[in-house]
Structure formats: structure tokens, C-alpha cells
């Protein structure tokens, strides 16, 4: 009877279906004999678990499994040693593992967690982080709570639902974070922070929505960071990667951010975007990268093939979303232009950098600026030199004729 036996209304199930959490914790904590030849672990399904599971600062040697299972409080394991926990289809008001010890996964798929966060700040799980299909409503700002949470395997939270944010900065997870599908909602606020965070792979796409920022500031990312199809919606600021260094980086949102991008002094070994992609506002300042090009485009930037002519258009259009003028965005991108052999490109980048400081100058530089570029466009086109000493020439010819 699946209505009968969903969770959320655990609270109707009798005693015939009830366990009482001192009972749970007493089992955990030795209180079975042991068999001879067994391993010994504590599986519940179905059950109603009343009182308070509170198991912190213990060392339980056992696994530890809740299916389909209503907790009528939070569970408490602060500080505790374990080996996998698994509390799935379940649900529970909240899960405090700080400064725990997992020897094994900590598995919470498809389960709901409502009215209390997830705590994991300061934990050590020797396996995965399983979230895939949970939904997590904390009370506060935020949903999960997992500063300098260290992983020896990754984060999987496809198609995990967060009312509030999810915390992560300093964390190490090496086996990658996958968000695919993900919904974080903290509107007003931060629905990703993991700045600091250290990870081989950071997976936002296949539809994730941030409602809420998105902070991966001076994150270092070993493998592939992707915003493919995703919609976030930021405040002022929508992502923001302040000092992030990244081997791939692929930023081709479904739509417009609502809040401008930060990319100042980040680093991509390889860079992908798409125009839709572009907010108003792109901070470029100290932004360097290996390769760029255009997910949308016909051509690739980088292949060493043909470039069409509006692909530098559209580069130097998303450098003019940086607010004022700063030369570092222009150097950055004719140097890439350079690299591949388009020296053409190169040069004119570089001379639309002088135009755009000539704005910034006083009147009389600015004429002096229109002068270098109508004589010999600031140096970058010398053959203009050559027009003007042909047309003196011949109104010197003329002259003299007359």
C-alpha cells in the first residue's frame, strides 16, 4: 500500500509498526549478543522511530540502515565513528554528522529531510555523499551545512531539491560534485557556496537551477566545471569565481543570468561559452585562459581553422560588458589570437583597446587619440601611413600644377 506506507505520514502508523529510538541505540551500541560467523548490522524498513536517536560521541561498529522509515526527531551522531549509514525513501527533521567519522557512504537518497539542515561541517566520509532525488528543507539560510567536509568519494545529488542553501566551502571532494538536474533555492542569498572547495569535477547542468548565488571563489577544480543548460538566478551577482582555477570550463547556460558574472583573476585551461549565456555584467579583469570559443558557433576558436569575422565581434562585444575600461581583458584575448596564428585578429582587438581608453582620456589627449588612429590606426594598421603620403603626394602634384 504505498500511500499507507509513505513516510510523510508516518505519524498515523499504530504500534504495530513502532520502534523506539533508545531501542535503535541500544542495538547500535552492543546491546545484541554477538553471533558467531555473522556481521552484524541493524536494518529497519517501514518502522516509525519515536524519541530522539542520539548516538553522539559513540563508536558503532555495525552498518546502520533505514528504509521507508519516519523519524520523529532529529538524529544526532556528532562526533561519532560509524560505518555506512543509510537513511533512504525515509523521513527525518534533520541530521547533525558534525565532526562524525563515516567509514563507508552516507546514503540518503530519496529521502526527506524537513525542518532541521543536514550539519557536515568538519566530517570524514571514506565513501560517497548519496543525495540523489532528496529533498532538504532546513529551517535557516541554509539546507546543508558541510564546511571543510572531507570525501574520499564524491558528492552525487542528481536531481536533489534544497529549500536553503547548500554550504561546502573547503571542502575535498575528490571523486567530483554532481548537481545534475539539482534545484537549490535560497532566493535573496547564497544557494551554492563552495568557495575554497577543492574537487576533481563540479557537474551543474542538465537543467540545475540556482535560486540564489552561486560561489565557487578560489575553488580549484582538477577536471571539468559545466553550467550546460543550467538557469541560475542570482541576485547582483548570479556566479561568482573570483580567483577559481579550472582545467575546463564549460559555460553554456540556458538562459541569460539574472545577476552579472565574476571572473576576475580566474584561470580556465579551457573555456567554452555561448552568448545567451551573458548577462549584463561579465568581470573580466585578470581572467586568463588557455583556449576559448564559442559553443554555438560554426567554427571553432582554437582549432587553428578559419575564424568567421563575427566571432571577434562577439568576443569584443562580451569584453565591453566589463564595467569601465581595463586593458588586461583586450591583452588577454589578442594574445589568444596570436597563439593561433590570427595576427589580423590580434590587431584589431588591440586597436579597439584604444579607442575604448581613448574614452577615458582628457580632451586633449582624446583628439591627439583620433589623430593616431585616423593617420595609422594607433600603429596596428601602418599601411594607412602609406594612404596619407600618397594623398599629400598628389595634392602636392596638384598644387604645384596650379
Not at 540564489?212 to 541560475?232: K, M, Y
Not at 583597446?353 to 594607433?378: E, F, I, M, N
Request: net charge negative.
Amino acid at each position: 500500500m504505498p500511500e499507507a506506507d509513505d513516510p510523510a505520514v508516518g505519524e498515523e502508523w499504530g504500534p504495530e509498526r513502532t520502534v523506539r529510538a533508545a531501542v535503535v541505540a541500544t542495538l547500535l551500541l552492543g546491546g545484541n549478543h554477538d553471533r558467531s560467523g555473522a556481521v552484524a548490522a541493524l536494518r529497519l524498513a517501514g518502522a516509525r522511530i519515536t524519541g530522539r536517536l542520539d548516538l553522539s560521541g559513540t563508536e558503532i561498529c555495525h552498518t546502520f540502515s533505514l528504509e521507508g522509515c519516519r523519524l520523529d526527531e532529529a538524529v544526532n551522531v556528532h562526533g561519532a565513528t560509524t560505518r555506512t549509514i543509510a537513511i533512504a525513501d525515509s523521513w527525518v527533521p534533520g541530521i547533525d554528522a558534525e565532526l562524525a567519522r563515516i567509514g563507508g557512504d552516507l546514503d540518503l537518497r530519496r529521502s526527506a529531510l524537513e525542518g532541521g539542515p543536514l550539519i557536515l561541517a568538519n566530517a570524514h566520509v571514506a565513501g560517497n555523499l548519496l543525495l540523489t532525488d532528496a529533498r532538504i528543507s532546513g529551517p535557516g539560510e541554509w539546507a546543508v551545512l558541510a564546511g571543510s567536509l572531507i570525501l574520499e568519494g564524491g558528492v552525487f545529488g542528481e536531481r536533489l531539491t534544497t529549500r536553503g542553501g547548500l554550504r561546502l566551502p573547503g571542502a575535498h571532494i575528490p571523486s567530483g560534485l554532481f548537481l545534475q538536474a539539482a534545484r537549490l533555492e535560497n532566493a535573496g542569498g547564497v544557494a551554492l557556496a563552495a568557495g575554497g572547495v577543492v574537487a576533481s569535477t563540479v557537474d551543474c547542468s542538465q537543467g540545475f537551477t540556482a535560486q540564489g548565488e552561486v560561489r565557487l571563489r578560489r575553488a580549484r577544480i582538477e577536471g571539468l566545471l559545466t553550467f550546460d543548460g543550467a538557469c541560475l538566478n542570482g541576485g547582483s551577482i548570479a556566479l561568482d569565481c573570483i580567483a577559481m582555477q579550472v582545467a575546463d570550463f564549460d559555460f553554456r547556460a540556458a538562459a541569460p543570468l539574472s545577476g552579472s558574472v565574476d571572473l576576475r583573476f580566474a584561470q580556465a585551461a579551457w573555456f567554452q561559452d555561448s552568448e545567451q549565456s551573458w548577462p549584463e555584467k561579465v568581470l573580466l579583469d585578470g581572467f586568463r585562459y588557455g583556449s576559448i570559443r564559442f559553443g554555438d558557433a560554426s567554427s571553432a576558436e582554437g582549432d587553428g581553422g578559419t575564424l568567421a569575422r563575427d566571432d571577434v565581434a562577439r568576443r569584443l562585444a562580451w569584453i565591453r560588458r566589463n564595467p569601465g575600461y581595463s586593458p588586461q581583458p583586450y591583452e588577454e584575448l589578442a594574445g589568444w589570437y596570436r597563439q593561433i596564428g590570427h595576427d589580423d585578429d590580434a590587431r584589431r582587438v588591440l586597436l579597439i583597446k584604444q579607442r575604448h581608453r581613448r574614452l577615458t582620456l582628457s580632451p586633449p589627449a582624446r583628439a591627439w587619440g583620433h589623430l593616431l588612429d585616423v593617420t595609422v590606426g594607433y600603429g596596428y594598421r601602418p599601411w594607412l601611413a602609406g594612404v596619407w603620403l600618397l594623398i599629400l603626394t598628389l595634392l602636392g602634384a596638384l598644387a604645384f600644377r596650379t
